[in-house]
């Protein structure tokens, strides 16, 4: 072990990452007593989180071994006016609108199994030579917030959420004016040699140009073959089918996945289908071997310019709004916002500027008499109505221990495909609709990092690494909020984001059985697998431009979710009928008497919107019965 890992692994080990080296050793109630003690700061620990040892082992012995637990006799707190199971963007803004809802006052207690409030959008901090780094662990940003239904724009404005700031306080041209640009990074492993070069083709909204990609083509370690075909489907406009319309195209493509079209249409060899396959992860959790050519066309992907679709590439998913409205911790600054709205003793501040760098005082989430309760580290393992079908009662696990409380409603706002076990009163149609769901899996690493001069030198910002472990690396957005600045000069600490998503590619998988393949990989990885991966990818890619990862790594947070990004409906094996608005989750979230289901599974969409959405649906649902 070199002398970085030993000192990174023993950092972090101080920090309580070796609860989840020694995740076999412990039981549940002692990993999550020990991770509570001396009551950390959550956001401030490094090693693997995400979903972190402590907070999935009840959820297993439920689901996977059946295990079950005697129902207390004994109430826990008080009668609560609502249960929420999930502390998540589309918990906490239910127990929000509820609270506002109920036109008097209300007593509510939010139930997670996590030792953070926030579910994906997940804060993590940093301490680099005397400066505080913030990044997001999860959930990203507020992704085109103009078409947000009435209800989720009024949540972010009852937040005090003012986008308009954001066209100041992110500075869109920053790398650009830097001469930054995306780069390709192919490693010698996969490839016999490595290289690292510009994207010679569209890659997010970097569009090279054609002399950028003729050199780029020509510097990379593909096989002649691989750059004479990459050559001609990104700077040709051929029209590789037969079809006459754009119609008959557009069904067509529809139906094969854009390798199938690569391979069978545009003769394209394999290297160059490994090349460009990851491109999707991060949107879709799966590559262009699970999504259609169709899908591929409306990305702008090499090969399909020239096929003549016109309005066939239409998708509600695209937003001509920046994609610029990003907090330092990404959404986590939501759920924080939202947890100084229900527990303000627990959040100081008043703004969303002052609240980017506001330090959560957790003492203060679960008091007693506060008329909002947030309790971490608790785990629900059933939902159930009482005798009289006037109230619900929730039992839960926590440091080992069986309690019960009871609300006159509960929200179930978690991982909706676990309420099948926590709530036996579903039916067995409904049980059927959830069963159709899976979470996409994804790891986002953070690597604070003492300076950026290596990406300065080398001249990107991001990296695409198709053939790595980490398919995308990217420095920081550059976003100033308040007293929080960006790293403006290379000479600044900086936060590096890394991407993984864990895929099944060639084995004839569809989209879910990708990620249930990805997921089981997930739980088989260490953090030292994760550290050597990030260790060796950045050495390769950067280490002739000056990199020295012993020298230039403070620290790494590993931020693990074998359960992310909810599930959308993929038209290749959906169908092009289903969508947010039709499909099996509208019977999937149906409510059950007092219980109702959020979440952004429940809206079968992965963003901001979805989660708010859903809390706005299944609070109108519970507001709907008269206690």
């Known amino acids: ?83 929420i199971v999930g502390a998540g963007l589309s918990g906490l803004a239910a127990a929000h609108l509820f609270r506002a809802r109920a036109g008097r006052p209300v007593k509510i207690l939010i139930l997670d199994n996590h030792d953070d409030f926030g579910g994906h959008a997940k804060r993590n901090e940093f301490s680099v030579d005397g400066k505080t780094l913030i990044g997001y662990g999860g959930s990203q940003s507020i992704d085109g917030p103009a078409g947000y239904s ?22 869109q041209d920053f790398y650009e004016r830097r001469h930054l640009r ?18 010679p083709f569209a890659y997010w909204t970097d569009i090279p140009d054609r002399k950028t990609i003729k050199s780029a083509i020509k ?20 029209d590789f089918l037969e079809m006459k319309t754009a119609a008959e195209k557009s069904d067509y493509l529809r139906s094969i996945s854009y390798e199938t079209f690569l391979r069978e249409d545009a003769g394209a060899p394999d290297e160059l289908l490994r090349l460009l396959r990851p491109v999707p992860h991060g949107i879709w959790g799966v590559g262009w071997d699970a999504l259609s050519a169709l899908e591929g066309a409306r990305w702008g992907m090499p090969g399909t310019q020239g096929l003549g679709l016109g309005d066939s590439l239409h ?44 330090r959560a005082d957790y003492s203060k989430l679960d008091l007693a008499g506060s008329g909002v309760r947030l309790r971490l580290g608790a785990t629900a393992v059933d939902l159930k109505h009482s ?27 978690g991982y ?132 020295d990862p012993e020298r230039d790594i403070a620290a790494i947070t590993v931020n693990r979710w074998p359960h992310g990004y909810a599930y959308e409906y993929n038209e290749l094996f959906d169908g092009p009928d289903w969508s947010p608005k039709s499909g099996p989750h509208l019977d999937a979230r149906k409510p059950v008497g007092r219980i109702s289901i959020a979440n952004s599974d429940a809206s079968a969409y992965a963003y901001v919107n979805g989660a708010f959405d859903a809390a706005i649906r299944a609070v109108e649902e519970q507001i709907a019965i008269a206690d």
């Open 315 to 358: 998708n509600d998913h695209e937003s001509d709004e920046p994609y610029i409205f990003h907090f330092p911790d990404g959404n986590a600054t939501l759920a924080r916002l939202l947890v100084r709205k229900l527990i303000p003793e627990a959040m100081p501040g008043s703004t969303m500027e002052d609240v980017v760098t506001a």
């Open 150 to 171: 009435p209800g989720a724009k009024e949540i972010l404005a009852s937040l005090g959420v003012d986008l308009a700031k954001f066209h100041d306080y992110f500075d």
């Open 1 to 83: 072990m070199s002398r970085l890992k030993s000192d990174i692994s023993r950092r972090d080990f101080m920090n309580g990452v070796a609860l989840s080296v020694a995740a076999g050793a412990l039981s549940p109630a002692a990993m999550m007593a020990a991770a509570r003690s001396p009551a950390p700061y959550p956001p401030g620990l490094a090693g693997l989180r995400g979903a972190h040892a402590g907070a999935f082992e009840t959820a297993h012995a439920l689901a996977w071994e059946g295990k079950s637990w005697a129902r207390p006799a004994a109430q826990t707190d008080g009668l609560y006016d609502l249960v």
């Open 387 to 413: 005798p009289t079908g006037k109230s619900v009662d929730v039992v839960y696990i926590r440091d080992g221990e069986t309690h019960r409380v009871r609300g006159r409603h509960a929200i179930m706002a």
């Open 416 to 547: 909706m495909a676990m309420a099948p076990y926590i709530c036996a009163e579903l039916p067995e149609a409904q049980r059927e609709a959830i069963r159709f769901f899976t979470k996409i899996p994804l790891v986002y690493a953070n690597v604070a990092l003492r300076n950026w001069r290596a990406f300065d030198k080398a001249g990107f910002h991001r990296i695409y690494s198709p053939s790595s472990f980490f398919e995308q690396m990217s420095l920081d957005f550059p976003v100033s909020i308040g007293e929080y600045k960006f790293a403006a000069s290379p000479d600044d600490p900086i936060l590096l984001h890394l991407q993984h998503v864990p895929v099944e590619p060639g084995a004839g998988l569809n989209e879910k059985d990708q990620h249930r393949a990805g997921r089981r990989k997930l739980y088989a990885l260490s953090y030292d697998d994760f550290e050597s991966a990030i260790i060796d990818q950045l050495s390769g890619a950067l280490g002739p431009f000056g990199f």
């Open 182 to 199: 995306a780069g390709l990074y192919l490693d010698a492993k996969a490839h016999g040699a490595a290289s690292l070069t510009d994207i």
């Open 219 to 238: 510097a990379a370690a593909l096989a002649a073959e691989t750059k004479t075909a990459l050559k001609k489907l990104v700077l040709g406009d051929d």
